[in-house]
Structures are given as structure tokens and as C-alpha cells.
């Protein structure tokens, strides 16, 4: 069935440090690719997402490509804050029936 | 735009006790999803509706847990008897887009956490 594997938290960087979170999918169709993000105490809020191969998605900072032939959405920020520490989750969407599949979140945490 | 409402945003009740919790998704958003995450690990889908007609439930322990959504807007998420291993946050999210609509978000409520004792 459609999953979504992302690596194993916690991550721990200092600040202005450059971040990558691996995400690889398994999917029958096409669907779309999504990063939500859950700051501490607060629900779950998209970040960025990509509908389609090729596509960059970007906010805050932030960038993931949707790169159909490695099957991956790799999140990356090229300096990251300490109002950065949160938790990412890769998600798809499986457009024929709008389900959404998540990955088990990566904690990541960073030092001034 | 009023976001996903929830409530209540906790609860604490006895193994065996039944639970309730009430989302109302975003006005004009045609499905609405219940998620279970319990701590350390992602969303995982309980049920999916769109409008009042359920999509997928094949991941609701049906022996103890139902949902519904009268007249395709609010919806209640219910567990009865209530297990130990049910502690966790209960999300529910709205989407705008149906089925073959490419692209369409999930926004999520607050989120209701319920602890078993």
C-alpha cells in the first residue's frame, strides 16, 4: 500500500546550520507530497507541498522537490532558527481518493 | 477563516469508560478525517468522510470506536470501552478538495488529547 519512511529524529543542530530531512515514498498513481509542521503545544500546519514531479515547493525558508525517479521529498533549510525546533512530518496524497498518508515525524531541535 | 474546531482539547477517564470528542471543519469543506497519534509517531488515519458518507474506516477498531457526520458538517469521534493503549491526540482535519483533485491541503484542529488511566 501508498507510506511514506522518513529518518528517525531527534535531530539537534545550531543554529544557522544547514538542515536535510529525508523522505521517500511508496505510491501507486500519482499523488502529491507535503511537509506539515508541528510547533510545540500547536496542531499540525502545512509547510510547503508539490503536486507534481520536478515541482519545488517552498516556504520560510524551506524547500523539498518532488523527484518521481528516486521516489523522494527531501526537506532542506540552508540556515535554520531556534524558532525552527519543531516537528516535521512528510505526508502524500493519494489524489484519486484524497487519502493522506504521514511519516513518523522527525523532532528536530536547535542550539543558539 | 475560522480554522478546524475541536473539542474538548483534554480528557481524562478510566480504562472501560466511554469518550466523546466534536470536531466541526472548516465551513464548505466536503471531507473531514479523524487521525489517531499517539505520542512519538505520525498521524494515523481512523476515518475518512466525505460528506456525510464514510470513504475509508479500515483502520477504525470498529468493536469500540464509531464516528459519524450528520448532514455533512460536524462530526463526533466516539471509543467505547475505552483501552489503555487509546491514550493519545485525536486530530481532525478538513480538506476543500475531493477525490481526483489534485493537490488539496489538510488542515488539522488543535487536536483533543485523551489519557487512560
Known amino acids: 500500500g501508498d507510506s511514506v519512511t522518513q529518518m528517525e529524529g531527534p535531530v539537534t543542530l545550531s543554529e544557522e546550520a544547514f538542515l536535510t530531512i529525508n523522505c521517500t515514498y511508496t505510491a501507486t498513481g500519482y499523488p502529491s507530497l507535503f511537509w506539515y509542521v508541528q510547533y510545540p503545544g500547536e496542531g499540525l500546519q502545512l509547510l510547503l507541498k508539490a503536486t507534481k514531479a520536478d515541482d519545488k515547493g517552498s516556504n520560510k525558508g524551506f524547500e523539498a522537490t518532488y523527484r518521481k525517479e528516486t521516489t523522494s521529498f527531501h526537506l532542506e533549510k540552508g540556515s535554520v532558527q531556534v524558532s525552527d525546533s519543531a516537528v516535521y512530518f512528510c505526508?502524500?496524497?493519494?489524489?484519486?481518493?484524497?487519502?493522506?498518508?504521514f511519516g513518523t515525524g522527525t523532532s528536530l531541535t536547535v542550539i543558539p | 477563516e475560522a480554522g478546524v474546531a475541536q473539542s474538548p482539547r483534554y480528557k481524562i477517564i478510566e480504562k472501560r469508560q466511554s469518550v466523546a470528542f466534536w470536531c466541526n471543519p472548516i465551513?464548505?469543506?466536503?471531507?473531514l478525517y479523524w487521525y489517531q497519534q499517539i505520542l512519538g509517531q505520525g498521524p494515523k488515519l481512523l476515518i475518512q468522510f466525505q460528506n456525510n458518507g464514510v470513504v475509508d474506516d479500515s483502520q477504525l477498531p470498529k468493536d469500540r470506536f464509531s464516528a459519524e457526520r450528520l448532514k455533512g458538517v460536524d462530526s463526533t469521534l466516539k471509543i467505547q470501552p475505552a483501552k489503555l493503549e487509546d491514550s493519545a491526540v485525536y486530530l481532525c482535519a478538513s480538506s476543500l478538495a475531493a477525490g481526483g483533485l489534485v493537490g488539496g491541503e489538510l488542515f488539522f484542529g488543535e487536536g483533543s488529547r485523551l489519557t487512560v488511566l
Open positions: 505526508a502524500l496524497r493519494k489524489n484519486t481518493g484524497n487519502q493522506f498518508y
Open positions: 465551513s464548505g469543506h466536503a471531507t
